[in-house]
């Protein structure tokens, strides 16, 4: 029967729209109507084809009536279509069209034609106008075409017919109403969505482009205050929670301050005081500590720590490789166990039995402090009485591995939760995306640090760089030699890895060179890191392993090669191996050219600057926010409209407004949310 056969057809070729819509997040009628031009084109007028040649190279639109279409096969095949108004005539050059394009362009058809206008060998000619057949009568559009951020599979046809359609099926209320409209200067939300995606030929189209005008405000603010609300909820769910109080400073924290050979830094001892006040109250913190490579973020840790076992609890440390958190465990275990503390160690590469004796340790409550890596994180890995969970560098982790280890508690209490990062958040982003946290910053080096002179030097001058390398190791400084990064493969990665180490042997041999990277044992790793902290080596030739948290005070000498190959927080990250002792340290970025525009950006800075917060905002303002955030947001375009360099003025307002209507219009606050959320919240937990 033919008439099931569309019948068939049909849901699938739906289902295949609603897929490519989804891909886009468009999932409900709502997320239609906010998805919102990127751009307009102008079709409302048509220009003589005359004056339009007169303009020349502008883009603009003819209208006019086939006088011939042949396809021509010299130089290359094309079809050559000639239209004509009354004022004068234009060719369209296709260099690529279908069959039926003769057709529909046959001679005696009416079209509109769209595109740079330009002269060309037989007078004014377009190629590839966009083009449409129309009749004497066919009326021109009052309003600017909207032109939507598209995806595979998806036209500009079907997305302005699906946007078109969803517009009179959604709940068009105003979720603000009028005095707070008034009071924060705001358009209605109906007329800012209906101008946005119609704008009317006279607009001001400057300001439609860089998203001044009031429609667009609007939507930024509504996006800023969802995101607000949200947030704001979230951290009053957070104290609503129970913790436990660690608020005893006792004995083991007394000890342990005198026994640590210097003193703390003002910075050190504020945010020590901060976490201190935290973690005492009945409510989990949400603490990020953030400072600059080399500021010392480990002593205070370790203080915290010392405060929850001093409050019988545990504590557990987790980082994101072996070699940190072997570390942390020397360090640590050498500060406290002569105070009486028992620290476990608890990684993936013990053997079982070793393993088994730590969980023991810890599911007993005979360990007091746990360091560890992701093994941490294990199912048959449980706390006795779990207060305090520290996870360095914690943007190398994700929002739920963060959560598992805070979940390993077996008091029913939740755990307070302190984070660690040198990679620092700027305050527009800490402000929008972490309003859920509270930041914690050391901004004072230790004293006695000189900062790291950074030169940047051609790959083709490497062999004066071994020569300078010789010489630093024999006046007894030790050195980091990064290899190149190589994205694609991990096995060409180590090979190039073991070829350099290689090639220092031999360009270098009265030097004692060490090897280090992601596939050595773990083992051999402690040993050969146990090497160069003793000085026994004095050239390390590292891949990135070395790349978060290594300290080996006395290296201060640091080459990467093919620098151009390095993320900015990368680069300074690695750079931050050298300059934490006293040496003056210079680190030497090797670069292949021809540089392109972005790699060269990043290099200047690094040469530029030492300061880790202006070089997160120069890699906010290079990369933007989606990529600065990394994988946890990835996909998910969490501010679509407003943008943190320009609306943080915004940002505030709305930060300001959400904390009043939590208060005083939960009804406001439930519209908004629903509209402007719609499930997505789940992605701003911490
Ligand atoms: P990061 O913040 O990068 O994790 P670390 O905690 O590894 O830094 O500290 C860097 C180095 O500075 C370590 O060798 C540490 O022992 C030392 N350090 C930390 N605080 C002080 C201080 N107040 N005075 C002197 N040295 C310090
Ligand atoms: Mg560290």
Not at 76 to 91: F, N
Not at 231 to 245: D, E, V, W, Y
Not at 423 to 442: G, H, Q
Not at 584 to 589: D, F, G, I, K, Y
Request: proline share 5%; hydrophobic share 40%; aromatic share 6%.
């Amino acid at each position: 029967m033919p008439a099931a056969k569309p019948a068939v057809i049909k849901p699938s070729n739906a289902s295949k729209l609603a897929g490519s819509l989804a891909k886009l997040g468009l999932r409900t009628d709502m997320d239609l109507v906010l998805h919102l031009p990127m751009r307009y084109i102008d079709e409302t007028t048509v220009m003589p084809i005359r004056q339009a040649a007169c303009l020349g190279g502008h883009m603009v639109q003819v209208e006019g009536v086939v006088t011939a279409c042949e396809v021509q096969y010299q130089p290359r095949r094309q079809l050559i279509v000639t239209i004509a108004d009354d004022s004068g005539q234009l060719v369209l050059r296709f260099l690529n069209f279908y069959g039926s394009q003769t057709t529909q362009l046959a001679v005696s058809t009416r079209i509109r034609a769209r595109a740079e206008l330009r002269q060309g060998f037989f007078g004014p000619e377009m190629v590839h106008p966009e083009y449409k057949v129309v009749n004497e009568n066919t009326p021109l559009p009052t309003v600017l075409t909207p032109v939507y951020p598209a995806g595979e599979g998806l036209s500009q046809a079907t997305l302005r017919r699906e946007i078109r359609a969803a517009m009179p099926r959604i709940n068009w209320q105003d979720t603000l109403p009028p005095s707070l409209r008034e009071q924060f200067g705001l358009m209605g939300f109906s007329e800012a969505v209906h101008f946005l995606h119609n704008p009317p030929a006279d607009v001001d189209e400057h300001s439609l482009e860089d998203r001044s005008h009031p429609a667009w405000h609007r939507m930024k603010f509504d996006e800023l205050l969802a995101q607000q609300l949200s947030l704001q909820r979230a951290q009053a769910s957070r104290r609503s929670k129970n913790a436990p109080c660690l608020d005893s400073v006792g004995t083991l924290s007394a000890a342990f301050l005198q026994t640590l050979p210097f003193s703390l830094t003002g910075a050190q001892q504020r945010v020590l005081t901060e976490i201190r006040t935290d973690i005492a109250a009945p409510y989990p913190m949400q603490r990020l500590l953030q400072g600059d490579v080399g500021c010392g973020k480990t002593i205070v840790a370790a203080l915290a720590a010392a405060q929850a076992i001093d409050s019988a609890y545990q504590a557990v440390l987790m980082a994101p490789t072996e070699i940190l958190a072997d570390q942390h465990f020397r360090k640590i275990a050498a500060w406290l166990e002569p105070c009486g503390v028992s620290v476990a160690w608890l990684t993936g590469s013990l053997r079982k039995k070793q393993k088994i004796a730590a969980r023991g340790q810890i599911e007993s409550g005979n360990a007091q402090l746990v360091i560890g890596t992701h093994a941490l994180l294990q199912d048959d890995v449980q706390f006795a009485k779990l207060g305090l969970v520290i996870v360095d560098e914690q943007h190398r982790f994700g929002v739920d591995q963060r959560l598992t280890l805070r979940n390993k508690g077996s008091t029913g209490l939740i755990p307070h939760q302190l984070m660690m990062s040198a990679t620092p958040i700027p305050r527009t982003l800490a402000m929008t995306y972490y309003a859920d946290l509270e930041i914690s910053v050391i901004d004072e080096l230790p004293p006695g640090r000189s900062p790291v002179m950074t030169r940047v030097i051609d790959q083709e001058r490497r062999n004066e760089v071994i020569e300078r390398v010789g010489a630093a190791a024999t006046a007894g400084r030790q050195i980091y030699w990064v290899c190149p990064l190589i994205e694609e493969s991990e096995a060409l990665q180590l090979q190039t890895a073991t070829d350099t180490h290689l090639m220092l042997q031999e360009a270098l041999p009265e030097l004692t060179i060490g090897l280090i990277h992601g596939r050595i044992k773990t083992a051999e790793k402690q040993a050969i890191m146990a090497d160069f902290i003793a000085g026994t080596t004095q050239l390390l030739v590292a891949t990135t392993v070395i790349e978060v948290g290594v300290d080996v005070p006395n290296a201060s000498l640091m080459v990467i090669e093919h620098a151009e190959r390095f993320g900015l927080s990368q680069l300074h990250q690695l750079r931050g191996r050298v300059g934490r002792g006293t040496a003056a340290s210079v680190c030497l970025l090797l670069y292949q050219g021809p540089l392109g525009s972005t790699a060269k950006q990043r290099l200047m800075t690094m040469r530029s600057t030492t300061d880790g917060f202006e070089i997160a905002r120069k890699d906010l303002e290079i990369r933007g926010p989606g990529e600065f955030l990394g994988a946890r947001q990835a996909g998910q375009a969490m501010l679509r409209f407003a943008d943190l360099n320009n609306d943080q003025w915004l940002a505030e307002q709305a930060r300001d407004l959400a904390q009043s209507l939590l208060r005083t219009a939960p009804d406001i606050v439930t519209a908004h949310l629903l509209r402007w959320m719609n499930n997505k919240e789940e992605y701003l937990r911490v």
